[in-house]
């Protein structure tokens, strides 16, 4: 059983910052690419951010500059800092992670959070 807890949502104005955090937590052997996806009303969910295990960052183009993503894998938790954000960046944002579970070998799968709200106001 594995639970993914996005958290650091909240309404801030146009040119503020959130951080955002998601910990991800049960029966893991190991994490692999931990990633953000945002989706607006009536807009098709968009990745914003990933990280790999080895570090290998991407960013979408609309938060580029803006926005850093880290993992901290002794806390099993990934961050999204965001700073001078933009009413389009109202979303719910979400937190996806690779995880190995199991024994052994275990098994690879792909969990999602439940996310959480961001809202910028102009």
């Known amino acids: 059983q594995v639970e993914l807890v996005e958290s650091g949502g909240g309404l801030v104005q146009a040119g503020g910052s959130l951080r955002l955090s998601c910990a991800a937590s049960g029966s893991i052997l190991e994490i692999g690419a931990m990633t953000w996806y945002r989706q607006a009303p009536g807009n098709e969910r968009e990745l914003v951010a990933s990280i790999s295990s080895s570090e290998r960052i991407t960013y979408a183009e609309a938060v580029k500059g803006r926005s850093t993503i880290s993992r901290d894998n002794a806390k099993r938790t990934v961050y999204l800092q965001m700073n001078s954000l933009k009413p389009e960046d109202t979303a719910r944002y979400y937190c996806?992670?690779?995880?190995?579970?199991?024994?052994?070998?275990?098994?690879?799968?792909?969990?999602w959070g439940l996310g959480t709200q961001v809202t910028v106001s102009s």
């Open positions: 996806t992670c690779h995880i190995r579970t199991g024994k052994g070998w275990g098994k690879w799968d792909d969990y």
